[in-house]
């Protein structure tokens, strides 16, 4: 999972709007199948929408521990001309601060 100080590192917690999407169950296995990726991926499109048009947000920053594939199908969902500029992190445990910007669209 994210963690919040990780977070806090990059980001003021005290200064953003936090969406957090959990996958119901932590086993590894839990986003493997194609309708397990096509749940998550609906919902954080549901929600990243929602959330776009109430809020009217510059910029959205996306801090994900989650599978590559399920990565690159959250990533198809983001539509530049739609959203406002989104920012992708990668994790390393070995760096500080541990998220490390990865993506500007």
């Not at 959990?22 to 199948?33: E, F, H, K, Q």
């Not at 919902?43 to 801090?63: A, K, M, P, S, V």
């Not at 001309?81 to 500007?104: D, E, F, G, I």
Request: hydrophobic share 40%; proline share 4%; aromatic share 10%.
């Amino acid at each position: 999972s994210v963690s919040l100080h990780d977070v806090n590192e990059i980001l003021a917690l005290d200064k953003i709007d936090l969406l957090q999407i959990d996958a119901n169950s932590t086993r590894l296995d839990r986003v493997l199948y194609r309708e397990d990726v096509q749940a998550v991926t609906q919902r954080f499109r549901t929600e990243l929408n929602y959330r776009i048009g109430q809020q009217d947000y510059d910029e959205i920053h996306l801090f994900l521990a989650i599978p590559a594939g399920l990565a690159l199908e959250l990533g198809r969902t983001i539509n530049p001309n739609m959203w406002p500029k989104v920012y992708t992190y990668h994790y390393s445990r070995r760096k500080r601060p541990r998220y490390q910007l990865a993506l500007c669209v």
